[in-house]
Structure formats: C-alpha cells, structure tokens
T-cell receptor
Framework: ETGVTQTPRHLVMGMTNKKSLKCEQH?????MYWYKQSAKKPLELMFV???????ENNSVPSRFSPECPNSSHLFLHLHTLQPEDSALYLC?????????????FGPGTRLTVL | AQKITQTQPGMFVQEKEAVTLDCTYD???????LFWYKQPSSGEMIFLIY??????QNATEGRYSLNFQKARKSANLVISASQLGDSAMYFC?????????????FGKGTTLSVSS
C-alpha cells in the first residue's frame, strides 16, 4: 500500500448506529487531518493531529470522535449521527503542520446517514 | 479572516487548449502558502502546485503554472494543452506559513470539463 488509504470507501448507517472510519498513511508523515466535504460547500477542516496529539478541533460536534493511536493511523468514530452529516470524509497527511508542506489526501469515505 | 474565493463554478475547454482557473485570497498575514488540488470523480484530492508568498517566481509543474499576482491577491491556475483526463474539480487552498497546527483553507472549487 502506498500513500494514504481510507476504509471503508462507502458507508451507509442509521442515526442510532456506531461506526468508525479508518485512515492509514504510508508516507512517514507526522501530521494527519480529517476534512468533511459536503455538496456545494468548501472542504471543512475537522481535526488536526501532529505527532499523535490533537492540535486543532474545528468546533466539531461530539458525535464525531477522533482517535490517533500513532502517526500512521487516524480514526473517526461516529455515533448518533444526523442526516446532514452525510458527506465525503477525507483524510490527509503531511510532513508537518506549517509552512509549505502539501497535504496528501486519501480517496475518502462517502458516508450516508439515513 | 482568511478566505479563498473561486468565482467560476464551471469551466469548459477543448482538448489542447489552455485554460485559466481563477482564485483570489484574503489574508492580512504576510507569510502564507497557496495550493491547487485536483479532485476527479473518484474523490481523491491530488496535489498539483504550490506557491509561497515570498517566492519571486511563479510556480510551474509540467503543464500547470500558477499566475501569482500578490498585489491583487490572486493565484490563478493555468493548465496548458488540456487533456480529457484534466476533467475534474479544482480547488485553490491557502495556509498561513508561520502558524503551526493549522490546516488548509479551501475555496468552493471549479469544475473543469474538457471535450474532444
């Protein structure tokens, strides 16, 4: 595996379900990110982790719970979601969190909440 | 507040023609970086090109070049010799260089359609 991978690619869940999104980067990067991409809206940053420590939480509701056990893995735990949470969830990684470090993105998980 | 504006929801171009995708930004910080990403229908965001605010020359990467006009706060992407595979959504993004822990701020994107 190379680059940034995300599983599952598609997920349909009910509002009472609990599920988790997984992201793994094989680039040796130190920073990882979760973004949400809704239809007709810009990408929205959700969380930033640098060296496994959360450095930014962009006012995300508590029904989204991130976990970063190491610099290569990032999870997004989902519970009691709402239909408006349906979106493409993108994970990204970068060498660092400042300067000109470009972010490398995974293919995303398309989430549908019924 | 920092902001990225992409005013073209959609652009249409024929193969082998050049196309310019517009991007303007707003920040009071003198040190920042500008990025362009491509998002095909598969969903993955692909990094294309980067321009630092202090870079003297416009960035170029193969068929991609960035027309950076600092005084106008614009960072337009120029794609030369368009190909069918260039059809995708294109996002302009900005990051403040000296502020650690921040991620990218994205524009709403421009959909590019290349026809034969």
């Amino acid at each position: 595996e190379t680059g940034v991978t995300q599983t599952p690619r598609h997920l349909v869940m009910g509002m009472t379900n609990k599920k988790s999104l997984k992201c793994e980067q094989h680039l040796g990067h130190n920073a990882m990110y979760w973004y949400k991409q809704s239809a007709k809206k810009p990408l929205e940053l959700m969380f930033v982790y640098n060296f496994k420590e959360q450095t930014e939480n962009n006012s995300v509701p508590s029904r989204f719970s991130p976990e970063c056990p190491n610099s290569s893995h990032l999870f997004l735990h989902l519970h009691t979601l709402q239909p408006e949470d349906s979106a493409l969830y993108l994970c990204a990684s970068s060498q660092g969190t400042s300067g000109g470090y470009e972010q490398f993105f995974g293919p995303g998980t398309r989430l549908t909440v019924l | 507040a920092q902001k990225i504006t992409q005013t073209q929801p959609g652009m249409f171009v024929q193969e082998k023609e050049a196309v310019t995708l517009d991007c303007t930004y707003d920040t009071s910080d003198p040190s920042y970086g500008l990025f362009w990403y491509k998002q095909p229908s598969s969903g993955e965001m692909i990094f294309l090109i980067y321009q630092g605010s202090y870079d003297q020359q416009n960035a170029t990467e193969g068929r991609y070049s960035l027309n950076f006009q600092k005084a106008r706060k614009s960072a337009n992407l120029v794609i030369s010799a368009s190909q069918l595979g260039d059809s995708a959504m294109y996002f302009c993004a900005m990051r403040l260089r000296n502020q650690a822990g921040t991620a990218l701020i994205f524009g709403k994107g421009t959909t590019l359609s290349v026809s034969s």
